[in-house]
Each structure stands twice: as C-alpha cells, then as structure tokens.
C-alpha cells in the first residue's frame, strides 16, 4: 500500500452512460473528424476512401464474417451563387440552424476549410450547438411517428 499512497485517489467512478446531449455531441464531433479528413484531401487536390466493417452470416456455412467495405461520406461544403465556398453542418440528414436563419459558413477557399471546421467542432465541443443539434435529433424522431 506504500506505493499506491504517493497517488491521490477519488471515489468517482465511470458512468454507465452518457446524458443524451454528450451522446449527439460525439456522434456530431465524429462526423466532423470525417470532413476534416475528407476537408484535407480536397485542399491537397486528392481523394480519401473511408472504410467500415460490416458483418454478415454466410448463407452456406452460418458463419459470421466480417469485411472491411468501402462508406461513402458525403462534403458539407458547396460552391454558394458568389463563387465561395460554403458549409453546412449536418446532424443526420438535417442541417444545423448555426443562428436564426443561417445554415451555411461563408469560407473563402478551401484551405480556409479545415480551419474553419476546427473552429465548429471547438464550438460543438464547448455546446454551443447544443439546441442546434436537439432540434434537428427532435424533428428527425418525428419522423419515426405513426
């Protein structure tokens, strides 16, 4: 016991979940990771394949298997009507209200991009888009409604 009384030890102890809000915050902040990847291709002029694992049964054998495939990840960003750049952050199939009535960040070329998409996943990071994300999770859950 000589040695572990060196540390400080605590009583706290890991979640078994996370709240709902910290959940969508990752899965958003994971989605961001993927455009800045794909961001960083497109400055560089090249392309990035993402890849995920799938697992099937085989039919013959009824052994499960599994196979890296290739995911299609579609670009946030757009040539707007003045020739820039903008993007759009999407939760889902949703598009993030950013301020009352903007959905687009105005980005001057595409080195700015990646910049630009730290500074959104700081602010996602931090919850500034917190109602953001929970009304596009909300109007997505009504989707599922009979």
């Not at 497109?42 to 890849?51: K, R």
């Not at 054998?61 to 495939?69: A, L």
């Amino acid at each position: 016991m000589a040695v572990l009384s060196a540390l400080k030890l605590t009583s706290v102890r890991k979640p078994t979940n996370l709240p709902q809000v910290v959940q969508r915050r990752n899965k958003l902040l994971g989605r961001i990771a993927e455009q800045v990847e794909l961001a960083n291709a497109y400055a560089n002029g090249t392309t990035h394949l993402f890849t995920k694992v799938r697992t099937f049964t085989d039919k013959d054998t009824g052994v499960r298997k599994q196979v890296e495939t290739s995911k299609r990840v579609k670009a946030w960003w757009f040539t707007s009507d003045n020739g820039k750049l903008a993007l759009s952050v999407r939760y889902g199939a949703k598009v993030l209200e950013l301020a009352k009535g903007k959905y687009a960040i105005e980005v001057a070329t595409s080195a700015e991009l990646v910049e630009t998409l730290d500074i959104v996943r700081t602010a996602v990071a931090n919850g500034e888009l917190d109602d953001a994300i929970d009304n596009a999770a909300n109007k997505l859950r009504t989707g599922f409604e009979k």
